[in-house]
């Protein structure tokens, strides 16, 4: 079974970092780009990152541009997110997601909740 | 960046009857573009891809169309648990994706 689970939310203050991490399962992890999409508590989806295989190729919304660091390490089938000089507006639930080849997202993790708040 | 805004915000329909949601790029995306859908407390679910393909396991009653900037995701027949919020998404401009904003389809 395709599976991607999200760890590493937590309430932290302004200002401080974290690191979420997502382990993949069931599929060849370094075939495929990933993702990291987040959704504010009531609001809509908005993309995160994106990495694609090798590492080579690294997107960022312009709203984490400069603070967020995606990576991953295809030996552990694994994906993270290094969030520094976090805000209360970053808070949200994160989700890892596969891509379908193309840039469809086809699987999607249950998410990890960053809040954000002193 | 590449808009996209999906109209309306919210759509009443009666279970049984079809629904049409649209999504409208600020740009050209050609046909790179996605359809999901949410239910509360879900992750969102792919549904089409490349503006009318279905994704593994969507049925039938789902179908996507357009290219370009207008975009329709059609619903017909609508079951229980095809109420949700949907969303559009494009993926033409790697790697710069963006999302709509929602439509909610609730239940007349």
């Known amino acids: 079974e395709v599976q991607l689970v999200e760890s590493g939310g937590d309430l932290v203050q302004p200002g401080r970092s974290l690191r979420l991490s997502c382990a993949a399962s069931?599929?060849?992890?370094?075939?495929?780009?990933m993702h990291w999409v987040r959704q504010a508590p009531g609001k809509g989806l908005e993309w995160v990152s994106s990495?694609?295989?090798?590492?080579?190729?690294?997107g960022y919304a312009d709203s984490v541009k400069g603070r967020f660091t995606v990576s991953r390490d295809n030996a552990k089938n694994s994906l993270y997110l290094q969030m520094n000089s976090l805000r209360t507006d970053d808070t949200a639930l994160y989700y890892c997601?596969?891509?379908?080849?193309?840039?469809?997202?086809?699987?999607w993790g249950l998410g990890t909740l960053l809040t954000v708040s002193s | 960046e590449i808009v996209l805004t999906q109209s309306p915000a919210t759509l009443s329909v009666s279970p049984g009857e079809g629904a049409t949601l649209s999504c409208r790029a600020s740009?050209?995306?050609?046909?790179?573009l996605a359809w999901y859908h949410q239910k509360p407390g879900q992750a969102p679910r792919l549904l089409i891809y490349?503006?009318?393909t279905r994704a593994t396991g969507i049925p039938a009653r789902f179908s996507g169309s357009g290219s370009g900037t207008e975009f329709t995701l059609t619903i017909s027949s609508l079951q229980s648990e095809d109420f949700a919020v949907y969303y559009c998404?494009?993926?033409?401009?790697?790697?710069?994706?963006?999302f709509g904003q929602g439509t909610k389809l609730e239940i007349k």
């Open positions: 997601v596969k891509d379908l080849g193309g840039g469809a997202f086809d699987i």
């Open positions: 069931g599929f060849t992890f370094d075939d495929y780009v």
């Open positions: 990495i694609d295989w090798n590492s080579i190729s690294i």
């Open positions: 740009q050209s995306v050609s046909s790179n």
């Open positions: 490349g503006a009318s």
């Open positions: 998404q494009q993926y033409n401009n790697w790697p710069m994706y963006t």
